[in-house]
């Protein structure tokens, strides 16, 4: 990274609402969020993180909800509201529409946002996210890339920024929930949702997102997986998804002692 590429970073980085700090913990060098007494965030170990992976209208949102009347967990939805409203402008409609154009800057501010996410601070022992800065990666950003919707440039870019950022800021993962449902059932509850932005999405998208998530989390082919990988399979009826979520409560929350 050039000087004038750090300088910037550290500029931007110093806007950052949490107070950051390199420390040198356990001989690795990670920046922690300094915060006092009992509000923890990302980087504190005492902390739980579980991210709910998988395609769009995979059933995550679902999946969260059932969880969010649990003590002790905090549960973090995407921030699509912040994609569909950049100071006026609709980022993930302008992205559905032309991705040649748009896909750079969506990417870009998910990043941001879903890096925000991680580091967002809480009382909870226990945070279970919706996808993660490394979903937005592994799947997203490759699959413009790899759709020839993405500049190599600006894919270069991307990178370059996610590896600094994973090198240097501590985002534990301690489980990640992929809830593995067919391209075609997310494309029924998707046309169910009727999400504006969405409708544009052909069926052939969200397989390419599918087999995306398989190659990540079920064969690790395409990149390293922050945490383990609990696999629920999520085509069933919501009555019957939310016997498998209680049958798989111990499980995900046996994370919180790994
Ligand atoms: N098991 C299920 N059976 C039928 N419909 C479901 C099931 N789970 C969720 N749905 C419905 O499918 C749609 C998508 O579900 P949900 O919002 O939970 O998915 P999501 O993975 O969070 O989507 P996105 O990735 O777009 O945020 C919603 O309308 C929801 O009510
Ligand atoms: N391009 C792109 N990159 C991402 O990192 C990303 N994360 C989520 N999404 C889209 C999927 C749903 O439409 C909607 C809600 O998940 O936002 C993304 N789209």
Redesign the pocket.
Known sequence: MTAAAARFFLNFWSAFRPVVRTVKSGGTRGIRTGTPGKLMRSGDSRRTVICVE??????????LDYFSNTSNIQVLT?P?SKWRNVHGHNLLALMYQDPQRWGISLQTYIQLTMLDKHLSATTAPVTMM?RSIFSAKHIFVENLYRSGKMLEVDYIILNEWFDWITTNVSLPVNLIVY?QTSPQTCYE??K??C?EE?MVIPLEYLEFIHQLHEDWLIKGTSAPVPAPVLVIP?D???QK?LHKYEEHREKILAATNS
Request: aromatic letters at 4%; one cysteine or more.
């Open positions: 998988g395609n769009i209208a995979s059933g995550k949102t679902t999946c995407e699509v919706e809830l509850r998707l169910q949702r999400r969405e999520a069933y009826d919501l998804m």
